[in-house]
């Protein structure tokens, strides 16, 4: 059974930037797209970002792209995600979640993805 564990979450004020972590145990990164998502309070869940499983491919919400970077380290068995020009709106639990799949296209959206996280918390507030 494949675990996610997030780590990175917490306060940061608006301009700043936080480096958030997903561990991933009980299979290899080789096998799986791994996805970040979001969900603020009151609102649905969100994809953010997905590497691919051979770690060629990213792709980016278009609320992100140009201040989000998603990556992975294979020898750490964890995936990355490096955000940057926080704003309020980036608000929200942040989960990890694994897809067998390769997409090709709704690659950032939740059902396809088969194991998740538990999350951690970003707020962004001055």
């Known amino acids: 059974q494949l675990q996610l564990v997030e780590s990175g979450g917490g306060l940061v004020q608006p301009g700043g930037s936080l480096r958030l972590s997903c561990a991933v145990s009980?299979?290899?990164?080789?096998?799986?797209?791994i996805g970040w998502f979001r969900q603020a309070p009151g609102k649905e869940r969100e994809g953010v970002s997905r590497?691919?499983?051979?770690?060629?491919?990213?792709k980016y919400a278009a609320s992100v792209r140009g201040r989000f970077t998603i990556s992975r380290d294979i020898a750490k068995s964890a995936v990355y995600l490096q955000m940057t020009s926080l704003e309020p709106a980036d608000n929200g639990i942040y989960y990890c979640?694994?897809?067998?799949?390769?997409?090709?296209?709704?690659?950032?959206?939740?059902?396809?993805?088969?194991?998740w996280g538990q999350g951690t918390q970003v707020t962004v507030s001055s």
């Open positions: 979640a694994a897809d067998r799949q390769s997409c090709g296209s709704m690659c950032l959206s939740s059902g396809r993805y088969d194991y």
């Open positions: 590497i691919s499983a051979s770690g060629a491919i990213t």
């Open positions: 009980g299979g290899t990164l080789n096998d799986y797209a």
